[in-house]
């Protein structure tokens, strides 16, 4: 029997089944509606009507619909996570170059000031001490500039010349009669001369001696001391 047959003979059983329920409902009185024997029918009708291939393709689209949306999700997902991994790849990334140039910074600053503390050494074993030169009774200016030029590192002598000029204009026994201050570099008090030798008073070599000390020690350098003497006309 064919498809059709088949399809016609469930329409002709349907309508059959309809029209003696609807007789009979009319002779007993009974109250039951036509249309529900036919929608029953209906129903058997379509469920016979959709052949198996068709039914198969329905169900390969839908399977392959649902598959299309999960595909879509799962790249979406993916994208997301690959962006997220992404920024904090380079967050981690400008970090670490941050830190590399800080580190790099210091090292640089570390090794500048290694030089220079090695330069100031060498120049400082160039230069004479105080005690080496012989004592005299008395100092021209030229002779303790000549002093100075021995002890105090060449590329300094200008700086720390500049200071003594300003302080005392090259004369060891300068006194200040109202502040007492003393000497080439007009320490005050004068005893501070002490510490680089007893001989202070008469020694401009001592003196020298003293006041590199403590432009050294206070100022990194008698240049540093003379940038600091421009700002504020005192050291």
């Known amino acids: 029997m064919s498809r059709i047959s088949v399809r016609g003979f469930a329409v002709a059983s349907a309508t059959a089944v309809t029209t003696v329920g609807a007789v009979v409902g009319v002779a ?13 029918a209906s129903d058997a009708t379509l469920l016979a009507d959709i052949p198996a291939g068709q039914q198969a393709q329905v169900q390969t689209s839908s399977l392959e619909q649902q598959a299309q949306t999960q595909a879509i999700a799962a790249d979406n997902a993916a994208q997301k996570t690959a962006e997220e991994a992404a920024r904090k790849k380079a967050a981690e990334d400008a970090v670490a170059k941050q830190q590399a140039a800080q580190e790099a910074k210091e090292k640089a600053e570390k090794e500048a000031k290694e030089r220079e503390e090695a330069k100031k050494a060498a120049s400082r074993s160039e230069t004479r001490d105080a005690s080496s030169f012989a004592t005299q009774s008395s100092y021209s200016v030229a002779q303790i500039q000549a002093m100075a030029r021995q002890m105090v590192p060449a590329g300094q002598f200008q700086c720390f010349s500049n200071i003594v000029n300003h302080e005392s204009s090259w004369n060891y026994r300068a006194t200040n009669a109202s502040s007492g201050a003393y000497g080439l570099f007009q320490a005050l008090p004068a005893s501070k001369y002490s510490s680089a030798g007893a001989d202070w008073q008469t020694n401009p070599a001592t003196q020298i001696k003293w006041g590199l000390n403590y432009m050294d020690s206070r100022y990194g350098s008698p240049c540093d001391a003379w ?9």
């Open 227 to 235: 940038s600091f003497w421009q700002a504020n006309s005192w050291y």
């Open 28 to 40: 007993s009185g009974s109250t039951a509606q036509p249309a529900e024997a036919e929608a029953t």
